[in-house]
């Protein structure tokens, strides 16, 4: 059967709507419940949409007069927001139980799965910014959402200020780039870049870019507002900003660098954005990791950490060299490592959702002894940070070892050596916590936790992907592969 | 299928017995630890490989079933069973029974946990000793490193939560740096796979080129060194051995037993494998240092264990000076060397296990490891005396015992060394015996002879007990007795490599 080529955007745009129409007409009792379930089916439902349009390998196909252009980077990045989404979704049926306007959190969410989704297929920097916009304004609501939380409240206003600033940057990048060339499709712009006489004004405009996608990505130097967003968001926001928000920044930042920006077109104008994204790859793995290091604070560990991992997938914008297959192979290994640390990340957030919900403290110490009373939940949280630091126990291992090989195969060794150095460094914060939940004792034993069914599910679940991808990895590599390739080689 | 079948009970023994009620969960591990042991027995009765694994031999039980492609590199799921790892494979399951079995009463808290990870280590170290793909190997071989840390850092004594981490920290360095040197050694070669066999090929025949700014020589010998930093943290050689005598004296008896008896050896099977095996020219130049090396970490090791006044501290340092022999058998690349080296192993795992079972059960009875609040334990605790004076007397290289025949397998073949000054520097790592047979027997006679004393009334724990660390002692005797039981597929495996560099005996 052959699906509409934009299906997993229209399912998640249509169920927003959904569940605006559904909070209308069910009582208060059921209402949570079936949002909830609404809004995963939605995320499951544009997931295995965007699997179907990849194995029915259609190629690339390009709607709305080239506003937009679907292939196999579109599916393979609209699953992992949909998983993410799902995930989220299935956390939050009990984060938000007890929380005013369900029905507005769960459209949000769904709204910015859908402009996400709308990112992995822009083909215009029109497009383009009218998706990220549509991420980022629920995801503004969506730190606020606890309004009675200063936290939250603040953090929302914090994430604001800075969103509104880079979102001005990044329109006004657009707007050079569109001075020096004249257009906006992503094709044409390939066209008219080569040989341009407006350098200067280019090349601004393409530090402007950069500068919008670091924010979207909490890359330095625009990394400054996830720590504070993501400590004071309700954790599974925090999952669903650190995780999806970002594979989308991702995304279109390969979409925008590799369709539309030459490499070997700039290179003879004079402006090789390899080496920018070389040393933003160094700068923010080294800062996110080493600020990891210091925190107290779990949620504050997690954010500098997925700063930490906005470097390693830098380096699929980096080790960039003109070879199709090393490109091929760096950007796959890029895709997939968004891929895993969807689920990872997310997965480590929701399990601080559950401590959270439990009313454990926020510091290290405040875990202590975690295992006693949640050996479940804590023996995940040991796969999935092992996996972040790159451990043998989940996909984490492989796609960090994909990238660091890229890179080498690129010839910048020196980047994976960075890599690997920051990598050891991050065992040393993850297994801290690892060691709070496990080896330290409890202030007070004999605790009995409630097992809220949703996030404890959405957890296991994510485990369970990530220690699958290590066992199985090749589904989600040949994907991201032909994903890379889709873009490479357009 | 073997192997598959191996990984697959042990693994799944271990999510059986986590979930079980703590009640049951020894008595649970016990019995299906029975599985992967008579599983290994029938390995060795009806193990048919030939030769060397990386050296064009055929392995018993062996698959190869393509796993992932990264970056144009294929990694396989390939196992098999080969002359050196067959005993080793054997070594683990014999002593993961015996320390489920030793644990029996001496841990009471989260017991379901304490097994799930003991089978859950048994696993991965079964996994190190069977893969034949670097990338499963890795794998295994970080597998081992989390159920080792937590078993340390929640069920050691007071210090453990230092010990642990100091043992985290130094073994995962290590991995990372021998991870990087051998990635970097396969990228510069033109193969296109991690299997072991096909680096091992191209690194000997030279197709190695320069990368990363250095030579090709400069390279093999960066990946060399790398390798063997890695197994040598591992292994505990001096000076990369501080790690050892902390986290050895703090972890509890049984996880001791497997930490001494199986995962040093994990380093030196290692060493064995890769730095020996696929580097035989660079062995060849590294010969003497690498045995001065050896030589030093006998002595000091056991000039280090003559000074200690705790009997569990003193049993874990005996364990540097053995595996300074492993080394030295290992770099002389001789028949008997690398045959010894391998026996040895099996035959220090079984005798040091016996040693750290009759320490703890000293402990148990009096409270205290302190060899000068301890003496005339003998009439006390007759059983106890009577398995820790075999022990002692297996160490030190009793004839008709497995020590003996690994020490001598092992002289024997480094005697015939083809590097320079050979026999004087055997000479010199042999008077480490004389010294391991000094403080051994300070052991014996502090704690087992001489007038009654102890801080608290000696209660002796069951007999019943002991009986794995007499089972233990059966072994050895049947080793040292009959040497021929292991050393014939050891000799054949090591043989392959000997004739290729054309070592001697």
Known sequence: ?490 | MLVEALLAVTFVAAFAVLLAPARYAGRLAAVLSLLPLVGSLYAYTAFDGTGNALLGGTPAFETVVPWVDIGGYAIDWHVGLDGISLPLVVLTAVLTTVAVVAARGRIDERRSLFYALLLFTEASLLGVFSALDFFLWFVFWEFVLVPMYLLVAVYGGPRRRYAAIKFFVYTNVASLVLFVGFVMLVVATPVESFGLAAVAEAVRSGAVTGAFGLSAGALTGVAFLALFFGFAVKSAFVPFHTWLPDAYTEAPTPVTVLLAGVVTKMGTYSLLRFNVTMFPDLIRQWALPLAVLAAITVLYGSLAALAQRDAKRLVAYTSIPSMGFVLLGSVAATNYGLAGATFQMVSHGLLVSVLFLAVGSVEDATGTRMINKLSGLADRLPVTAAVLVAGAFGYMGLPLMSGFAGEFFVFTGSFAAPYPHARLVTAVAMFGIVVVAGYLLRLLQGVLMGPFEAPTAVTARSRRDLAPAVVLVLLSIYLGVAPGALMGTIQDAVGAFVALIGGGL
């Open chain 1, 1 to 490: 059967m052959a699906l509409p080529a934009l299906t997993p955007q229209y399912v998640l745009g249509l169920a927003a709507l959904l569940v605006l129409v559904v909070d209308a007409f069910t009582p208060t009792s059921r209402k949570n419940g079936l949002l909830a379930g609404l809004t995963a089916l939605a995320g499951v439902t544009s997931a295995g949409a965007a699997a179907w349009l990849y194995a029915g390998g259609a190629g690339r196909t390009t709607l709305f007069d080239g506003a937009l252009a679907v292939d196999a980077s579109t599916s393979f990045f609209t699953a992992v927001f949909g998983c993410v989404a799902a995930l989220v979704a299935v956390a939050s049926y009990d984060y938000v139980r007890e929380e005013p306007h369900q029905s507005a959190y769960y459209a949000l969410v769904l709204l910015a799965t859908a402009g996400m989704s709308v990112m992995a297929a822009a083909n215009s920097l029109v497009t383009a910014f009218l998706a990220l916009e549509l991420v980022s304004l629920p995801a503004y609501a969506l730190v606020a959402y606890l309004k009675r939380d200063a936290g939250s409240a603040e953090a929302g206003l914090k994430y604001f200020v800075v969103g509104a600033l880079s979102s001005a940057i990044l329109v006004y990048g657009i707007s050079l780039v569109y001075a020096a060339t004249g257009v906006f499709g992503f094709a044409a712009l390939a066209d008219a870049v080569a040989g341009n006489a407006h350098v200067t004004v280019l090349g601004a405009g393409v530090v402007m870019l950069i500068g919008g996608f670091a924010f979207k990505t909490a890359s330095v130097p625009f990394h400054f507002w996830a720590p504070e967003a993501y400590e004071g968001a309700p954790a599974p926001v925090s999952a669903f900003l650190s995780s999806a928000s970002k594979a989308a920044g991702f995304v279109l930042a390969f979409r925008v660098f590799l369709l539309a920006f030459p490499l070997a077109a700039f290179e003879a104008l004079g402006i090789p954005w390899t080496l920018v994204f070389a040393v933003l790859a160094v700068v923010t793995m080294t800062l996110g990791n080493v600020a990891a290091a210091t925190q107290t604070n779990v949620k504050r560990m997690l954010a500098y950490s997925s700063i930490g991992h906005a470097g390693y997938a830098l380096i699929g914008l980096a080790a960039l060299s003109g070879p199709t297959s090393s490109d091929v192979a760096v950007v796959g290994a890029s895709f997939s490592h968004l891929f895993v640390y969807g689920f990872t990340n997310t997965g480590a957030f929701l399990v601080v959702a559950l401590a959270e919900r439990w009313g454990v403290g926020r510091t290290f110490e405040d875990y202590a002894g975690l295992a006693r009373s949640a050996p479940v939940a804590s023996a995940v949280l040991a796969v999935l940070l092992f996996s972040l630091a790159g451990l043998p126990v989940g996909g984490g291992f492989w796609t960090k070892y994909a990238l660091f090989l890229g890179a080498v195969q690129s010839g910048l060794w020196w980047l994976a050596a960075v890599g690997v150095v920051n990598s050891a460094l991050s065992l040393f914060y993850y297994s801290r916590l690892v060691k709070a939940v496990w080896v330290d004792a409890p202030d007070e034993t004999g605790v009995a936790r409630e097992r809220p069914t949703g996030i404890y599910a959405a957890v296991v679940v994510a485990a369970v992907v990530t220690v699958a991808l290590l066992v199985a990895p090749d589904v989600v590599f040949s994907w991201a592969d032909a994903a890379a390739r889709a873009l490479v080689s357009a």
